[in-house]
């Protein structure tokens, strides 16, 4: 299995970036894909999750109105749309596929496939 992440950058804040993460290696539609992310010294975050037929997005409040969750099932390629960013969104963010359906899906420890991460840097 390979999630491979892409997008990341430097933006000042109030700015937009797209992360992308292409999967490969495993049957796309079968997998609830998310976001995390984490910022130096922190613990990996939750950021958004979206289900395998993507009718259903869930994020955390900290990005709830301003980052959008959306997935191609034919490009096998989710993406995290982020708008109006600030500074406290700087971190490298992750996309995962969830395995594991009795931890709740903002836990990491429910996705055992990981991209690499790509780093997004916000500029005050």
């Known amino acids: 299995v390979q999630l491979q992440a892409s997008g990341g950058g430097l933006v000042q804040a109030g700015g937009s970036l797209r992360l992308s993460c292409a999967a490969s290696?495993?049957?796309?539609?079968?997998?609830?894909m998310g976001w995390f992310r984490q910022a130096p010294g922190k613990e990996r975050e939750f950021a958004a999750r979206i289900t395998a037929s993507g009718f259903n997005t869930d994020y955390a409040d900290s990005v709830k109105g301003r980052f959008s969750i959306s997935r191609d099932n034919a490009k096998k390629t989710v993406y995290l749309q982020m708008n109006h960013l600030e500074p406290e969104d700087t971190a490298v963010y992750y996309c995962?596929?969830?395995?594991?359906?009795?931890?709740?899906?903002?836990?990491?420890?429910?996705?055992?496939?990981w991209g690499q991460g790509t780093l997004v840097t916000v500029s005050s």
């Open positions: 290696g495993l049957t796309f539609t079968d997998y609830t």
């Open positions: 995962a596929a969830r395995t594991d359906y009795s931890a709740p899906y903002y836990d990491p420890r429910a996705y055992a496939y």
